[in-house]
């Protein structure tokens, strides 16, 4: 694995809910729990639909698919609720001087 550049870290200022977007070939959300960022990728582990093109909601830690309402939690990507079987990948995330990195 290794850091990579993803975004200013001003964009995270704007971010609603999360912040989408596309690191290494990789579609990602960024969201926020307690004021630490985490990634996840941007695709339900059940039929692959994406968190933010589909409405998705954030709630606390928890992303729940608007398709057919699995939940994952995006701090560690573990299903909470099905239909999905299998967690989201998840990778870390920091912030160095003014740039979002995350490490894929």
């Known amino acids: 694995m290794a850091w990579q550049s993803a975004a200013p870290a001003s964009d995270l200022e704007d971010a609603r ?5 596309s690191v290494g070939g990789r579609d990602l959300v960024l969201a926020e729990v307690d ?17 933010s ?3 998705a909601e954030l709630r606390g830690p928890l992303v729940e698919c608007a398709c057919h ?3 994952f939690d995006v701090r560690t990507g573990e299903v909470v609720r099905g239909p999905a079987e ?5 990778f870390p995330v920091r912030i160095e ?3 979002v990195e995350v490490d894929l």
């Open 69 to 71: 309402g699995s939940e």
């Open 86 to 90: 299998y967690p989201v990948p998840t």
């Open 35 to 51: 004021g630490t960022w985490y990634a996840i990728e941007d695709r339900c582990t059940h039929a692959g639909c994406s968190f």
């Open 97 to 99: 001087s003014d740039r």
């Open 53 to 55: 093109e589909e409405g």
């Open 17 to 21: 809910a999360w912040l989408p977007l």
